[in-house]
C-alpha cells in the first residue's frame, strides 16, 4: 500500500460511511470519485436526520408544544453550529438557503431591489469570472439584463489561473459587485482572494464568494475572508442536499430587503402593508429546511471532530500523488494547474481523442465512479477548445490506492479503444 506523509486514518474513515462499502457490475467494489458533485454522508448525519424524523419531528418557531420546541432548537442550533464553523461574528449573519445556488441568487436579487448605495442598475458594473459555476454566472446575468448594468469578467490564463493583469480596467468605480468562486469546482484552482478583495474595497464594491468547493475542503474564516456574503452547500461536505447557507455581513443584511415574501420572514401584516423580521429570518420565507439544517449540523460537528486543517493536508497529498500518477498516463491532458499548489482536490482531464463520456463510461464498468461533461462550467471548456473533461474530485475518504485505481482504469480505457 502507498504511503504518503499527512493521510488521515481512511481506514477508520471510511467504516463511517456505509456506501463506501458498496459493490457494483459482479462484486466491484466502488471507488468513489465526484465529491465535487457531491460527498457521500457519514453514519453520524444519517443518524441525526433519522432522529429528527422519529422523536422531533415538528414546524419550527411556531408551536409551544414540546416537538415544536425541540425542532427549533435543533434547527436554530445548526445554525449556531455553522456560524462557529465559518468563524462568523453573528449567529444572525447565517441565512439557510436550498442550496449555494439559491444563496447567489439571493444576493443577486438582494441588490436588484435595493436602494442606493447598494442598488445595482444601468450605471453600474457587475464583475465575475470565466472560471465560475453556472450558479455564480445566470444570476448574475439575469441581473444585467433586467437592470440594464454592464457584466464583465476575469479571463483564465493558459494554466488555469486567473487572469489579474487588467484588475484596475475590470473593477472600476462603477463596479458594484464582484463574485467568484473561491475554488474553482472544475480545475481546482485557488483562487487570489486577497488581490481581488483589495481592489474591489478600494471603489467601494461589495464581494460576494462562491465558497462551494472550499467549505468542505478547508477552513473557512469569513471574518479573514474579509467578504461581503459568502455562500456554499450542505450536500458537498457530508450533510444532507437540499440545505444551503448564505453568510453576509449583518448591517447589509439589515439594510438589504428579503427576495421572498410568505411565513415567518414578516413582523407585522396587513392588507396595506408588511414590515420584516430582522435577520436571519427575514430571508427564509415558509418552512425551512429543517431537517436538512440538522443534517448540516451533524455534518459540521464530524468535519470538526477530524479537524480542517488535517483535511486539507490528507487532500493536498492525495492531489500530489494523483497529478504524479496521472502524468504517467500516455495522452493525458490537466486541464487547469499542473501542480498541487494552491490547488483543490479536483482534476479534470482530456484522454487523447476519447470522449470523456466514452471514459467515464469504462470506469463505471470497472466501479470507478467519476464527473463528465463540462461541470456546469462550459465557459472553461471554450477557453481550452475543448467539449467536455473527465473529472476526478477526491475528499477526507480518498485513498492512494484509488488513485491507483483511477490510473489503472484510464490505461484499460487507453487499450480499449486502441
Known amino acids: 500500500m502507498t504511503q504518503l506523509p499527512g493521510l488521515l486514518d481512511t481506514e477508520a474513515i471510511r467504516k463511517d460511511f456505509p456506501i463506501l462499502d458498496r459493490t457494483i457490475h459482479d462484486g466491484k467494489k466502488i471507488v468513489y470519485l465526484d465529491n465535487a458533485a457531491t460527498s457521500q454522508k457519514p453514519r453520524q448525519v444519517l443518524d441525526a436526520l433519522n432522529a ?114 487588467d484588475i484596475d480596467e475590470i473593477i472600476t468605480e462603477k463596479t458594484k459587485i464582484v463574485s467568484f468562486t473561491l475554488v474553482s469546482n472544475i480545475m481546482g484552482t485557488v483562487n487570489p482572494v486577497e488581490a481581488i478583495i483589495r481592489r474591489a474595497q478600494e471603489v467601494g464594491a461589495l464581494v460576494c464568494i462562491d465558497a462551494s468547493q472550499a467549505a468542505p475542503h478547508m477552513a473557512l474564516d469569513v471574518q479573514a475572508l474579509q467578504a461581503d456574503f ?86 493536498h497529498a492525495i492531489t500530489e500523488y494523483a497529478i504524479k500518477r496521472l502524468k504517467e498516463v500516455e495522452g493525458l491532458r490537466i486541464i487547469g494547474p499542473a501542480t498541487a499548489e494552491d490547488r483543490g482536490a479536483t482534476i479534470s482531464f482530456t484522454l487523447g481523442d476519447i470522449h470523456p463520456h466514452d471514459v467515464g463510461q469504462v470506469l463505471d464498468e470497472l466501479g470507478i465512479a467519476v464527473r463528465v461533461g463540462h461541470h456546469c462550467a462550459r465557459p472553461v471548456c471554450l477557453r481550452y477548445g475543448i467539449p467536455a473533461t473527465t473529472r476526478a474530485s477526491f475528499y477526507l475518504y480518498s485513498t492512494p490506492a484509488e488513485v491507483d485505481a483511477l490510473v489503472e482504469g484510464l490505461e484499460h480505457v487507453r487499450n480499449f479503444f486502441g
Open 52 to 165: 429528527y424524523y422519529e422523536q422531533s419531528n415538528a414546524n419550527v418557531h411556531r408551536g409551544v408544544h414540546v416537538l415544536a420546541e425541540e425542532a427549533t432548537a435543533l434547527y436554530e442550533g445548526a445554525r449556531d453550529k455553522v456560524a462557529a464553523f465559518i468563524n462568523a461574528p453573528s449567529r444572525d449573519e447565517v441565512i439557510f438557503t436550498k442550496n449555494a445556488s439559491e444563496s447567489l441568487n439571493l444576493v443577486a436579487n438582494m441588490l436588484g431591489w435595493a436602494d442606493e448605495p447598494y442598488r445595482v442598475d444601468a450605471e453600474t458594473e457587475i464583475v465575475i469570472t470565466e472560471m465560475e459555476h453556472h450558479s455564480n454566472i445566470v444570476p448574475w446575468q439575469l441581473l444585467s439584463q433586467r437592470t440594464g448594468a454592464k457584466l464583465k469578467w476575469f479571463g483564465i490564463t493558459d494554466d488555469g489561473r486567473l487572469d489579474l493583469s
Open 230 to 315: 459568502v455562500a456554499f452547500t450542505g450536500h458537498k461536505m457530508v450533510g444532507p442536499t437540499g440545505i444551503g447557507v448564505l453568510w453576509g455581513r449583518q448591517e447589509l443584511l439589515e439594510d438589504l430587503p428579503p427576495f421572498l415574501g410568505g411565513g415567518e420572514m414578516i413582523e407585522t401584516v396587513s392588507m396595506s402593508s408588511s414590515t420584516y423580521a430582522p435577520a436571519p429570518h427575514k430571508f427564509e420565507a415558509g418552512t425551512p429546511p429543517i431537517a436538512q439544517a440538522v443534517g448540516l449540523g451533524a455534518a459540521v460537528d464530524y468535519l470538526t471532530a477530524i479537524g480542517m486543517d488535517k483535511i486539507a493536508a490528507h487532500e
